[in-house]
């Protein structure tokens, strides 16, 4: 079964990537892009995570991934909207983590398989904001290219990365929901049990 799956939704993400552009959300938490990691080239926008503030406070990162309920860290109404309707679509019982990252013309997001309880435990759902031509979400046996606004499931247990070959920013969001509806890399199952 392949790891990644278009799902059916399009969103029109037109305004969102206008305010994305412009605001100064990106890189509050610079936690995820650090030296090392294979986020390195990117920034990001922690939209709804878990609190950080414990780890802000004490700088021990240790446990910041264990189980946890996420809260809403920025208040973007598109954002939530496009959350809300995923929800619905993937019959959801449990919001997560809504991360946005920006990617600079030629920067790349190295191969990596995500772990942790967050990673496992949600279903991730990929919502291209800006996305020109040649900017691909690769995995080891195909790549998704999408148009701005086409969701697809994919799964991060496998080794994944991104390439922006493209001459503009790219702009994703990630919505992480705990669902029975489709497969972990968004294929419809029907209410059967995830494989």
């Known amino acids: 079964?392949?790891?990644?799956?278009?799902?059916?939704?399009?969103?029109?993400?037109?305004?969102?990537?206008?305010?994305?552009?412009?605001?100064?959300?990106?890189?509050?938490?610079?936690?995820?892009?650090?030296?090392?990691?294979?986020?390195?080239?990117?920034?990001?926008?922690?939209?709804?995570?878990?609190?950080?503030?414990?780890?802000?406070?004490?700088?021990?990162?240790?446990?910041?991934?264990?189980?946890?309920?996420?809260?809403?860290?920025?208040?973007?109404?598109?954002?939530?909207?496009?959350?809300e309707k995923l929800m619905e679509v993937t019959c959801g019982d449990r919001l997560g983590g809504v991360l946005i990252t920006k990617l600079p013309p030629g920067g790349k997001i190295t191969p990596h398989i995500d772990s942790g309880w967050h990673a496992t435990f949600y279903d991730k759902y990929m919502v291209p904001i800006r996305n020109k031509p040649g900017s691909k979400f690769c995995f080891e046996d195909g790549y998704i290219e999408p148009e701005e606004g086409q969701v697809f499931g994919f799964r991060n247990d496998v080794l994944h990365w991104v390439e922006n070959d493209s001459d503009e920013d790219r702009i994703a969001m990630i919505v992480c929901i705990h669902q029975s509806k489709f497969s972990k890399g968004g294929a419809l199952c029907l209410g059967e049990q995830q494989q």
């Open 1 to 83: 079964m392949k790891p990644f799956n278009d799902i059916g939704v399009r969103f029109d993400v037109e305004e969102l990537g206008d305010f994305l552009i412009s605001c100064d959300y990106w890189g509050e938490y610079p936690q995820r892009g650090s030296e090392g990691s294979p986020h390195s080239q990117m920034v990001d926008i922690w939209a709804r995570f878990k609190d950080p503030q414990y780890s802000l406070d004490t700088g021990d990162w240790s446990v910041f991934l264990d189980e946890h309920e996420s809260i809403w860290l920025k208040d973007i109404p598109e954002v939530k909207g496009i959350c």
